[in-house]
Nanobody, 126 residues
Framework: QLQLIESEGGLVQAGGSLTLSCAASGRTFSTYAMGWFRQAPRKEREFVGIVLWTRGTTYYADSVKGRFTISRDNAENTAYLQMNSLKPEDTAVYYC???????????????????WGQGTQVTVSS
């Protein structure tokens, strides 16, 4: 079992930055890849990015590549989503999620994620 608790989001002006954290309970945190998803109003939840369990390898959706950075601190059982150059279209509820090791080389399938955070609202004003 893994419980994920996200930090509070917030309201940010366009062009600004915000960092979300995702604290995990449980001693097996390092076993999981940690992903981030988001859901904008009236849209389906979408993949943002993921940090794998070894070497900290990351993958990102094209919409955030170059602006968002995902990292993890296994000693602190925490994953991070650093968001820079925010745009109004980044407004969404953001979720962290834990994914068990898998041979799949794609990371955007929600069904592959076993545990989810509660979600936190990020609003970017223009």
């Amino acid at each position: 079992q893994l419980q994920l608790i996200e930090s509070e989001g917030g309201l940010v002006q366009a062009g600004g930055s915000l960092t979300l954290s995702c604290a995990a309970s449980g001693r097996t945190f390092s076993t999981y890849a940690m992903g981030w998803f988001r859901q904008a109003p009236r849209k389906e939840r979408e993949f943002v990015g993921i940090v794998l369990w070894t070497r900290g390898t990351t993958y990102y959706a094209d919409s955030v590549k170059g602006r968002f950075t995902i990292s993890r601190d296994n000693a602190e059982n925490t994953a991070y989503l650093q968001m820079n150059s925010l745009k109004p279209e980044d407004t969404a509820v953001y979720y962290c999620a834990a994914r068990l090791p898998s041979l799949k080389r794609t990371y955007d399938d929600e069904s592959d994620y076993a545990y989810w955070g509660q979600g936190t609202q990020v609003t970017v004003s223009s």
